[in-house]
């Protein structure tokens, strides 16, 4: 599945973004999906995750700021993000997933990487 994320750029402290996530040729409807982040030299990590039946899980790092969700009939998966922070700059992707109730144990599916969008969260 070839993803597209966009939305991302530079906003100050305490600001929102949305992202988006859509794929031209292929439906997302029944995948569940996520997004990840990765940071200057960290490794990529999942911040959201949602599932083909609209259930979700976060990383404790963005509970309560953070919400993911998808619109079936656009093909897109959403990350609204709220009161943002510096720690939260960086290249955002999204990407299929096989999805358990748990942050922690919910895995990267695609084999595919898109370029990500960036989030740069500074004054």
């Known amino acids: 599945v070839q993803l597209q994320a966009y939305g991302g750029g530079l906003v100050q402290p305490g600001g929102s973004l949305r992202l988006s996530c859509t794929s031209s040729g292929s439906t997302i409807s029944s995948y569940s999906m996520g997004w990840f982040r990765q940071a200057p030299g960290k490794q990529r990590d999942l911040v959201a995750a949602?599932?083909?039946?609209?259930?979700?899980n976060y990383a404790d790092s963005v509970k309560g700021r953070f919400t993911i969700s998808r619109d079936n009939a656009k093909n897109t998966v959403y990350l609204q993000m709220n009161s943002l922070k510096p720690e939260d700059t960086a290249v955002y992707y999204c990407n299929t997933v096989w999805f358990r109730a748990s942050n922690y144990y919910t895995q990267v599916r695609g084999d595919h990487w898109g370029q990500g969008t960036q989030v740069t969260v500074s004054s």
């Open positions: 949602i599932s083909s039946g609209a259930g979700t």
